[in-house]
């Protein structure tokens, strides 16, 4: 047996204003993102911008249903539609916001696990880091890659 440690680098930012120009657009496009949140159980709208490599920026919001599970999240609406329509380009960075209530949480939310997942994919089928940037009102993350959000990953495309 052998004991192993896992670290995580992230830049961590009190403010938007803080920020690279790009980053500071992306996270605000991600915050306008979330008033195409449909949400009427949760009242937790979340919004994705998601920055292409070739400087198209694709939005998605949350979409809740009564027949839970069949909403969808904003990050995967975003790359899903990307992946749809761009499937060449690489995603180059995906913002993220979440509000309670209309309010901006002052915590960046966290993406779920499937969405992770789902970054992950697109991660590897592009061959290049897919930034990530979680957006709170008093606290904003931004990691390198999805390896930092998702840790040992499973790569069904290397099978």
């Known amino acids: 047996m052998s004991e192993k440690r896992l670290t995580i680098d992230y830049e961590e930012f009190s403010s938007v204003s803080e920020m690279d120009p790009k980053d500071q657009e992306l996270c605000r496009a991600a915050i306008e993102a979330q008033k195409g949140s449909y949400s009427p159980y949760s009242h937790f709208q979340v919004g994705a911008a998601l920055l292409l490599a070739n400087g198209v920026v694709v ?7 009564a ?3 069949s909403g969808l999240c904003a990050e995967r609406s975003a790359m899903f539609w990307a992946g749809a329509n761009y499937p060449d380009i690489p995603m180059d960075t995906l913002a993220i916001a979440g509000s309670d209530h209309g309010v901006l949480c002052e915590s960046p939310a966290s993406p779920c696990g499937a969405c992770r997942q789902v970054m992950a994919e697109y991660q590897k089928k592009h061959g290049k880091p897919m930034k990530i940037i ?11 890659c999805v390896d930092d959000l998702l840790p040992f990953i499973f790569d069904s495309l290397s099978m």
């Open 59 to 65: 939005k998605g919001a949350n979409q809740e249903n």
């Open 67 to 69: 027949a839970y599970p």
């Open 134 to 144: 979680l957006v709170g009102s008093k606290r904003i993350r931004k990691f390198g």
